[in-house]
């Protein structure tokens, strides 16, 4: 009997290692001993999951600039700032591909909802920490004139997936599989079409509710067969200026007028969003769209 109880006890404390060794380096050490007595690495589970993912804007060509050894401080630096935000709003960081961040929320770390708060505040955060990389490249590369231009683009979407210790035999890591992980990094290429730095999908914005503030860009088919809405991240509720509201509501007042047919007054609006905001993509892609449409 003594036997059988000291070998449980090894089972369990080996469980524990096994958890700290697959989530320590990635997880808030808060998060992490909540859940260290409850979650079974050895099984996967089928769970609403939101994921994250980033990239420089053409970081190859920058990189080109600078030795290797600078570029690795670089990249080193940029992803030790970026990856602030999510472990302090309790994601999990799933993998740097290069430049790149793939992050997810899901239980038992936070709830669907939690997750899609958190991923849109963690994604704010990170701009703030881009601002604060920007004035370390010169220091970071010891060049003080023709500093690249360093814009990061970041996509968030929802959807189920199987979260568990997955790999090979040898070599594991837990993360997660499904349909989020294809849209989020869709989402990030699309700003480059829009100008933009954050797109969410719809289901991020039904979960997170009236709490952030969105602009629904147009509908756009990230889904194979299926048309979805797309929305900008402007910032939290109530922590926005006026002025980018208002803009929102006649941007999207026009969007809303040409999808019912009206295309003389949407253009009208379009036209009028473009005399307030001359870079804004989205809009240049509608008068673009609209042009084409009555020359063809």
Same mark, same amino acid.
């Given at each position: 009997?003594?036997?059988?109880?000291?070998?449980?006890?090894?089972?369990?404390?080996?469980?524990?290692?096994?958890?700290?060794?697959?989530?320590?380096?990635?997880?808030?050490?808060?998060?992490?001993?909540?859940?260290?007595?409850?979650?079974?690495?050895?099984?996967?589970?089928?769970?609403?999951?939101?994921?994250?993912?980033?990239?420089?804007?053409?970081?190859?060509?920058?990189?080109?600039?600078?030795?290797?050894?600078?570029? =690795?401080?670089?990249?080193? +630096?940029?992803?030790? !700032?970026?990856?602030?935000? /999510?472990?302090?709003?309790?994601? #999990?960081?799933?993998?740097?591909?290069?430049?790149?961040?793939?992050?997810?929320?899901?239980?038992?770390?936070?709830?669907?909802?939690?997750?899609?708060?958190?991923?849109?505040?963690?994604?704010?955060?990170?701009?703030?920490?881009?601002?604060?990389?920007?004035?370390?490249?010169?220091?970071?590369?010891?060049?003080?004139?023709?500093?690249?231009?360093?814009?990061?683009?970041?996509?968030?979407?929802?959807?189920?997936?199987?979260?568990?210790?997955?790999?090979?035999?040898?070599?594991?890591?837990?993360?997660?599989?499904?349909?989020?992980?294809?849209?989020?990094?869709?989402?990030?290429?699309?700003?480059?079409?829009?100008?933009?730095?954050?797109?969410?999908?719809?289901?991020?914005?039904?979960? =997170?509710?009236?709490?952030? +503030?969105?602009?629904? !860009?147009?509908?756009?088919? /990230?889904?194979?067969?299926?048309? #979805?809405?797309?929305?900008?991240?402007?910032?939290?509720?109530?922590?926005?200026?006026?002025?980018?509201?208002?803009?929102?509501?006649?941007?999207?007042?026009?969007?809303?007028?040409?999808?019912?047919?009206?295309?003389?007054?949407?253009?009208?609006?379009?036209?009028?969003?473009?005399?307030?905001?001359?870079?804004?993509?989205?809009?240049?892609?509608?008068?673009?769209?609209?042009?084409?449409?009555?020359?063809?």
């Amino acid at each position: 009997t003594m036997a059988d109880q000291f070998n449980q006890m090894l089972d369990g404390i080996r469980k524990k290692e096994r958890v700290k060794a697959t989530f320590g380096q990635y997880v808030d050490p808060r998060i992490l001993n909540s859940i260290i007595n409850s979650y079974n690495l050895e099984e996967s589970h089928r769970e609403p999951v939101t994921v994250f993912f980033s990239d420089i804007a053409g970081f190859s060509r920058i990189s080109e600039q600078f030795t290797p050894a600078v570029t =690795v401080k670089l990249v080193n +630096e940029y992803l030790s !700032l970026v990856s602030e935000p /999510i472990m302090n709003r309790q994601g #999990v960081i799933d993998k740097f591909i290069g430049d790149a961040v793939v992050a997810f929320w899901s239980p038992p770390f936070v709830s669907p909802e939690e997750g899609a708060l958190l991923s849109c505040h963690a994604a704010l955060e990170q701009q703030r920490q881009i601002d604060i990389f920007r004035n370390k490249v010169s220091e970071i590369t010891g060049i003080r004139k023709d500093l690249p231009e360093i814009s990061v683009r970041m996509g968030i979407a929802s959807s189920e997936c199987v979260v568990g210790n997955i790999g090979s035999t040898n070599s594991k890591s837990f993360t997660a599989i499904g349909p989020a992980t294809e849209w989020a990094e869709t989402l990030e290429t699309l700003n480059k079409k829009y100008k933009t730095e954050i797109l969410v999908s719809e289901p991020i914005v039904e979960l =997170v509710n009236s709490q952030m +503030e969105f602009r629904r !860009l147009e509908t756009v088919e /990230i889904v194979a067969g299926k048309k #979805v809405n797309v929305y900008e991240l402007l910032g939290p509720a109530g922590g926005v200026p006026l002025e980018v509201i208002e803009y929102k509501n006649d941007y999207e007042q026009a969007l809303d007028n040409l999808e019912l047919g009206d295309v003389k007054n949407a253009s009208l609006q379009f036209i009028a969003c473009k005399k307030k905001n001359a870079n804004d993509g989205a809009v240049d892609l509608h008068l673009q769209s609209i042009m084409e449409n009555e020359v063809a």
